[in-house]
């Protein structure tokens, strides 16, 4: 790595070169990206591989049940204002596509990474951080990932007595609760729409009272820490009480918030918020979420909702009615096999939409939709979806293999 004092290995040297080799022949056979199989190589020749790369960049881990992805590249643009970023911007969230991101960037000051939650204390482990982001907890993959209170408390053990810095959310008692284990945080009032996981208190059991925009538990004292840093409306308010201006392409409260947090972390690392929420403006669509493609004459824009609170804040961004529709749930290995979580989401907001459901789990969705009093139409798939919906600009709403699927048949 450039300017290294300690260079890589000659074992971790043959690893970063055998996974690139392994990830090139994966994306020839067109079987993706190939960064998790390139690790995944890599990490078996040499297990160290992801500490050894981190050790000279100053890494920022960023886990949440929603918004990590996007929140990531928030943050890797806000820092590129204070030197080179590597970051694994495609989602390779798990330690394979992690080191992979790592190996292509030895020149970078900082390393900007997502984690899946169930990785966040292993990785943090490997890595040293010196910043940590934690967003939200709610349901999800209920089949892989247990129920959020076990996520809360592996990450409250995992973080204990860590030497980073960990930018938290306030508003969210499961997060609350996984950060208080760390000696320094910084809050950050970034908002909780989703509040079905949160109702009882994480730390006693106890019921959580919730007046306002404030909460607390009755029974132990377990109570909203005071933000130093908060979103209002259309502006972040830094810790000195100055707003600034959110200017983002991309749509939705779920993304100032998302904004809100990254200014926090960007700070940390002397970046002023004016300067990081700035250069997040440059973001437009992550991975394909948010894009608006051409399709069969249409403008379809793409959307991502993989659990409730996911869902939940995707029906507050899409086009009101009678703008159509495409509903799209598949429940592979990558999205969890439980469909039960359909149950938790709201659908009469999408009254008045025309709807048009796809999807290896269709039928699932279609239940649901017929309890919530939805008009719709079961379709094979997303062309005759197309064909059927009514003029105008379609939102497209799909859990996590579904839009991966939407991708590669609009060319996107």
């Known amino acids: ?27 020839a056979a067109g079987r993706g990206s190939g960064s998790v199989i390139g690790g995944k190589v890599a990490l078996k020749l040499d297990p160290d591989l992801l500490a050894r790369l981190a050790q000279h960049l100053d890494v920022i881990l960023v886990s949440a049940t929603n918004g990590k992805t996007t929140t990531t590249r928030l ?8 030197g080179p970023v590597v970051s694994n911007a495609l989602g390779a969230n798990m330690p394979a596509g992690i080191t992979s991101a790592l190996a292509g960037g030895s020149d970078a000051k900082f390393g900007v990474i997502e984690v899946d939650e169930k990785y966040l204390a292993g990785v943090a482990r490997d890595t040293d951080p010196k910043c940590i982001a934690l967003l939200n907890l709610s349901r999800d993959q209920l089949d892989r990932a247990a129920e959020t209170r076990m996520l809360a408390e592996n990450w409250r053990e995992g973080l204990a007595g860590s030497k980073a810095v960990v930018v938290a959310n306030a508003d969210d008692p499961l997060i609350v609760w996984a950060a208080s284990s760390s000696p320094n945080v910084i809050w950050v009032a970034a908002g909780q729409m989703w509040k079905d996981d949160a109702w009882s208190c ?13 909460w607390f538990c009755g029974q132990c004292g377990f109570r909203r820490p005071t933000p130093s ?16 201006p959110i200017h983002l392409q991309l749509p939705g409260r779920a993304n100032k918030s998302n904004a809100a947090a990254s200014a926090a972390v960007a700070a940390v690392f002397g970046v002023p918020p004016q300067v990081g929420l700035e250069r997040m403006y440059q973001v437009q669509a992550v991975a394909g979420r948010y894009d608006v493609v051409q399709f069969m004459q249409r403008d379809l824009r793409l959307l991502l909702a993989k659990n409730p609170a996911g869902w939940l804040e995707t029906f507050s961004l899409i086009d009101p ?24 989401v709201d659908y009469t907001q999408l009254t008045g939409h025309p709807i048009f459901v796809i999807g290896d789990r269709k039928l699932d969705l279609a239940v649901r939709l017929e309890v919530a009093n939805q008009h719709f139409q079961v379709c094979e798939n997303a062309d005759q979806a197309v064909q059927m919906a009514p003029p105008g600009r379609i939102e497209v709403i799909a859990n996590y293999t579904a839009f991966q699927d939407l991708r590669r048949r609009v060319g996107n």
């Open 1 to 27: 790595m450039a300017g290294n004092s300690d260079p890589l290995t000659p074992r971790a040297k043959l690893a970063v070169t055998a996974g690139k080799a392994v990830a090139a022949a994966s994306r």
């Open 75 to 82: 943050i890797a643009e806000a820092l590129r204002a204070a």
């Open 202 to 214: 994480p730390s006693c059991g106890g019921v959580m009272q919730r007046p306002g925009d404030d």
């Open 229 to 244: 840093w908060a979103l209002s409306g259309d502006h972040v308010l830094d810790p000195h009480g100055s707003a600034w």
């Open 321 to 344: 009615p009678p703008t159509p529709v495409i509903l799209s749930v598949n429940a592979r290995g990558a999205d969890g096999t439980d469909t039960s979580w359909l149950w938790d």
